[in-house]
């Protein structure tokens, strides 16, 4: 089975540009979330959406939004990009929206490297 | 809410053992570790609920002290592809019940593993 995948991998963009990341999570998996991952730190959670809706939002601007479609794959939009958004971009999958139910893991996917220059 | 890991690095020689901690300010409903390898995306470990209870795989392993808040993973007998900088993510628990439904993530402890 294919795990959670992820497009682009690799992107450069330049300041006040506009990003949409892809993702499609696990087969079966309803649930998808996006973390932040900047070079030496620890993942942080953007948005998690689980059938379609929006379940949780982290810390972070309006510039950054989400959605989920009907097939549970996912976009993640960032508009007027700034230096600071460069980072690894991570898209997890997970079958329900709870997380403290057994065996309700997050999987991510490989990610994708965004540079703002 | 940021859980903090100790110790931030580590390095071992082969065939020795480590113990990696996570402790949190917060109430937690479950405990999860990573480790990532460089240029790569984290790959799961195992999963600790409330319950205090142990979670072994192959020569790793993990406990939950609720009470304390805390999480530590136990790597016994280091081999070289244990090498990684490890996670743990929490998952806060809600007043009403409830889970956050994410995870927040430490600032990691890499360990590095020498012939």
């Known amino acids: 089975d294919a795990g959670v995948t992820q497009s682009p991998t690799h992107l450069i963009k330049t300041r006040g540009q506009h990003v949409t990341l892809r993702c499609s999570p696990i087969?079966?998996?309803?649930?998808v979330s996006w973390y932040q991952q900047v070079l030496g730190q620890g993942p942080q959670f953007i948005f998690q959406?689980?059938?379609?809706?929006?379940?949780g939002r982290g810390n972070f601007p309006d510039r950054f939004s989400a959605r989920q479609f009907p097939n549970y794959s996912s976009e993640l939009n960032v508009n007027a990009l700034l230096l600071g958004d460069s980072a690894l971009y991570l898209c997890?999958?997970?079958?329900?929206?709870?997380?403290?139910?057994?065996?309700?893991?997050?999987?991510f996917g490989e990610g994708s490297w965004l540079t703002v220059v | 809410q940021q859980p903090v890991q100790s110790p931030q690095a580590v390095i071992l020689r082969e065939g020795e053992d480590a113990v990696i901690n996570c402790s949190s300010s917060?109430?937690?409903?479950?405990v999860h570790w990573y480790r990532q390898k460089h240029g790569e995306a984290p790959v799961f470990l195992m999963i600790?609920?409330?319950?205090?209870e142990q979670k072994g795989h192959e020569k790793i392993s993990a406990s939950f002290n609720e009470k304390k808040q805390q999480s530590s993973l136990y790597l016994t007998a280091s081999q070289l592809s244990y090498s990684g900088t490890y996670f743990c993510?929490?998952?806060?628990?809600?007043?009403?019940?409830?889970?956050?439904?994410?995870?927040?993530f430490g600032k990691g402890t890499k360990l590095s593993v020498k012939p």
């Open positions: 997890a999958s997970s079958l329900r929206s709870g997380l403290r139910f057994s065996g309700n893991t997050i999987y």
């Open positions: 959406y689980y059938e379609k809706e929006e379940r």
């Open positions: 917060k109430a937690l409903y479950s």
């Open positions: 600790l609920l409330k319950g205090g």
């Open positions: 993510g929490t998952e806060i628990g809600e007043r009403d019940g409830g889970s956050q439904g994410n995870l927040i």
């Open positions: 087969s079966g998996h309803k649930s």
